[in-house]
């Protein structure tokens, strides 16, 4: 991977330079009834636009007409009517109680735009991860440039349309493009950066943005452990496994990347859990409720992983059918630490199935890889899972659930260290886009004790 480019086509220096001018002007005049305005806006553009996403997105990696409206417009249109309902509140300044070091003043923390902002989206859920971020960056007053994955060229083509129906380029812009693109824009003194991809090019983001010492929020990814203790009612630990994995195919963030189920479970939990797969998806790679793998490159990067596990030794229990971008449901077993699919996030359809006797050993391997972006538990003891929680660190945990953690607007998403750099979604991700902005009024115009000359009185303060 090569470092951002530094000579920037005149479009993208134009359409920066068009959001730099208008923003002193937008800092008094993007109130809350134009940032309302602007976000009811979005919303009749996503409604009328719905039909033709759910064609793009078919034409783009074959997703589920019903997945598309649960996962990609779904959260966004829910995002905007949290927001509306609190923005009034996220906007009024927080005042803060005195403190006997600076008696006699006022404070408070006026949330702040931090002016213009740049969007990178992944492929994955490429228009929710690109709209669900410019939501809370227009609550926050700032303008945007959104640069739109180009591993989906129908939704993306469609994305910028919608973008430059409703908005003006001077409040938000999209812009298309691969890696150079994405590099040029990332040479710019953006006030903030929201990226969502991968580690890798998220270490790739955050150095550009140390140029500029500008701000950022990364959401990445990572392999997301899930436990499936001796407790677990199984079959509900099978059906949200099922859902979780296999949803989008496995190309999720947040999908259970492997499974740690205890010895004394694991004949009950696979039988669930091969029920659960044959109900969702009973015609295997075909299975109308199954979408396809995003391109040809990572159809062979799944098949290529499963081939290195089975080479070294792991067997397939379901699935491992593959034909074109399309990939069963696909269970393995026998996993060792030499095969690639135990070190890469594996963001498909194939699910590694691993055992445990002790909860130790489980503890102990989780903590010794990179933070992960959630971890799941299944298991009805209270203490128990306290206990795992307590013991490592991800950045978020879902308990007898998957994924839905997601769709909670009060709670913080977002990774820790390799799997991510601060969080989205409601008033989080307001605070991403805002700056707070610390405000000390002198309300007495006595001198203070401090100021020089200095006298025995400062020793008595
Ligand atoms: P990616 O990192 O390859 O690409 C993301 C974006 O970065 C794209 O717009 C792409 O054009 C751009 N990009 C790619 N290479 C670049 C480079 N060298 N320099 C500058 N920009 C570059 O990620 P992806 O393959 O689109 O998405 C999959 C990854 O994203 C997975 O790791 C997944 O876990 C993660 N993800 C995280 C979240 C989250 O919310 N935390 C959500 C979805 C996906």
């Known amino acids: 991977m090569?470092?951002?480019?530094?000579?920037?086509?005149?479009?993208?220096?134009?359409?920066?330079a068009h959001q730099r001018a208008g923003i002193v002007a937008r800092?008094?005049?993007?109130?809350?009834?134009?940032?309302?305005?602007?976000?009811?806006?979005?919303?009749?553009?996503?409604?009328?636009?719905?039909?033709?996403?759910?064609?793009?997105?078919?034409?783009?990696?074959?997703?589920?007409?019903?997945?598309?409206?649960?996962?990609?417009?779904?959260?966004?249109?829910?995002?905007?009517?949290?927001?509306?309902?609190?923005?009034?509140?996220?906007?009024?300044?927080?005042?803060?109680?005195?403190?006997?070091?600076?008696?006699?003043?006022s404070a408070r923390i006026r949330s702040e735009a931090r002016g213009v902002c740049l969007i990178i989206a992944p492929w994955n859920y490429p228009f929710s991860l690109a709209l669900g971020p410019l939501v809370s960056a227009l609550a926050a007053g700032n303008s945007v440039i959104i640069k739109p994955s180009e591993m989906t060229p129908a939704t993306s083509a469609l994305l910028t349309r919608l973008i430059e129906q409703t908005f003006s380029p001077t409040l938000v812009t999209a812009i298309e493009g691969g890696v150079e693109t994405s590099q040029a824009l990332l040479a710019l003194p953006f006030d903030h950066i929201f990226f969502t991809g991968s580690p890798a090019v998220?270490?790739?983001?955050?150095?550009?943005?140390?140029?500029?010492?500008?701000?950022?929020?990364?959401?990445?990814?990572?392999?997301?452990?899930?436990i499936v203790g001796p407790d677990a009612d199984l079959n509900r630990a099978a059906a949200w496994i099922a859902f979780g994995k296999f949803a989008n195919a496995g190309q999720t963030?947040?999908?259970?990347?492997?499974?740690?189920?205890?010895?004394?479970?694991?004949q009950a939990?696979?039988?669930?859990?091969?029920?659960?797969?044959?109900?969702?998806?009973?015609?295997?790679?075909?299975?109308?409720?199954l979408a396809g793998i995003v391109n040809e490159q990572h159809a062979r990067r799944l098949s290529r992983l499963l081939g290195d596990a089975v080479t070294k030794g792991a067997k397939v229990i379901l699935g491992g059918e593959a034909e074109g971008n399309r990939m069963a449901p696909t269970l393995i077993e026998a996993i060792t630490p030499e095969m690639d699919i135990d070190k890469e996030e594996i963001f498909g359809p194939i699910l590694p199935i691993m055992v445990y006797s002790d909860i130790e050993e489980v503890i102990n391997r989780i903590n010794a890889r990179p933070k992960p972006l959630a971890l799941y538990v299944f298991d009805k003891?209270?203490?128990?899972?306290?206990?795992?929680?307590?013991?490592?660190?991800?950045?978020?945990?879902?308990?007898?659930?998957?994924?839905?953690?997601?769709?909670?607007?009060?709670?913080?998403?977002?990774?820790?260290?390799?799997?991510g750099i601060g969080a989205s979604h409601g008033h989080h991700g307001f605070r991403a886009f805002s700056h707070e902005r610390a405000i000390l009024v002198n309300r007495f115009s006595a001198l203070p004790l401090i100021f020089p000359p200095y006298t025995d009185r400062i020793k008595s303060l």
Request: hydrophobic share 45%; charged share 20%; aromatic share 4%.
């Open 269 to 289: 939990f696979l039988s669930a859990l091969r029920d659960k797969i044959a109900n969702a998806y009973g015609d295997g790679h075909n299975s109308a409720h």
């Open 253 to 266: 963030c947040i999908a259970p990347d492997h499974i740690f189920v205890h010895h004394s479970v694991k």
């Open 27 to 105: 800092r008094q005049d993007f109130g809350l009834a134009e940032r309302r305005d602007a976000l009811v806006r979005l919303a009749a553009a996503i409604k009328e636009n719905e039909q033709a996403l759910v064609t793009a997105l078919a034409k783009d990696f074959g997703k589920p007409e019903a997945e598309v409206i649960l996962t990609e417009l779904m959260p966004v249109l829910q995002e905007i009517r949290h927001t509306l309902r609190h923005l009034r509140r996220w906007m009024r300044p927080q005042r803060i109680a005195p403190t006997v070091a600076v008696l006699g003043t």
């Open 202 to 226: 998220g270490k790739i983001v955050m150095a550009a943005a140390a140029k500029h010492l500008t701000s950022v929020t990364l959401e990445l990814g990572g392999k997301s452990p899930t």
């Open 2 to 16: 090569t470092e951002p480019a530094s000579s920037i086509p005149e479009p993208i220096a134009a359409a920066f």
């Open 381 to 419: 003891r209270r203490a128990e899972l306290d206990r795992i929680v307590a013991a490592t660190s991800s950045g978020s945990v879902g308990v007898n659930l998957t994924v839905i953690q997601y769709s909670h607007t009060g709670l913080p998403f977002g990774g820790v260290n390799s799997s």
